[in-house]
């Protein structure tokens, strides 16, 4: 079964960093294209960040420059570093798994920027 967890969401203010999470299990995040994906109140969810299996690393135009992901294959885990956060980014942040057709997703975790 495949279960992915997402962790690190919290109340922080504008300027400020958190990093989150995503915990997979039941399959390898080495082979898997790995997206974190975000959704705000009254919008459609978007795209923010993607890993390939082959390593490459594209972001939203948005958030480049302020937000860097990882891959821990040890772990099995992706992190998403967000820095200097902005009212904007307030959402939820949710981690996707996808090879070809098959995708998966977290639950979300909650990140609310306000001062």
């Known amino acids: 079964q495949v279960q992915i967890v997402e962790s690190g969401g919290d109340l922080v203010q504008p300027g400020g960093s958190l990093r989150l999470s995503c915990v997979v299990s039941?399959?390898?995040?080495?082979?898997?294209?790995m997206g974190w994906y975000r959704q705000a109140p009254g919008k459609q969810r978007e795209l923010v960040s993607v890993i390939t299996r082959l390593g490459t690393t594209n972001y939203q135009e948005s958030v480049k420059g302020r937000f860097t992901m990882s891959r821990d294959n040890a772990k099995n885990t992706v992190l998403l570093q967000m820095d200097s956060l902005k009212l904007e980014d307030t959402a939820v942040y949710y981690c996707n798994a996808r090879w070809g057709a098959v995708t998966y997703w977290g639950k979300g975790t909650l990140v609310t920027v306000s001062s």
């Open positions: 039941g399959i390898s995040v080495s082979i898997y294209d």
